[in-house]
């Protein structure tokens, strides 16, 4: 079995952005979160977790639920301002697309393999 990435942890040094008043630490994989605070308990709506989340809501209103807010170009630090590099999907079709994309790096880094399976 491989080695698993930890996708919670935080990188080193702490590299964090404020937007909207609210602090977003990034983590390993990319994607800036925010870590709960006092003031989270007792609000009626949650604040988002992550800085994606925080700026297509802040451009857009709420997330609505069963959606996602994907990276376009698949970069999970690349959080522009504008919203430009973001996508509201439903969860399947996400979980698909990246379903997809999976596949699709495994057929390019082994090419041959997928030829044998083709002519066998």
């Known amino acids: ?8 942890r935080v990188s080193r040094p702490h590299e964090s952005i404020e937007f909207n008043g609210l602090r977003f630490l990034k983590r390993e994989s990319g994607h800036y979160i925010r870590l ?5 308990k007792g609000e009626g709506r949650r604040k988002p977790w992550s800085l994606h989340v925080a700026i297509w809501e802040f451009r857009n209103g709420p997330l609505p639920e069963g959606h996602v807010i994907h990276h376009i170009d698949h970069d999970a630090s ?3 301002i504008d919203g430009s590099n973001f ?3 439903t969860v399947e079709d996400h979980n698909e697309h990246h379903r ?9 880094s082994q090419p041959a393999l997928f030829e044998y399976e083709k002519v066998g």
């Open 78 to 80: 690349n959080n522009p």
């Open 36 to 40: 709960p605070n006092a003031s989270d």
């Open 100 to 108: 997809l994309d999976r596949k699709k790096k495994r057929y390019e």
């Open 1 to 8: 079995m491989g080695h698993r990435k930890n996708y919670n």
């Open 87 to 89: 996508k509201l999907m």
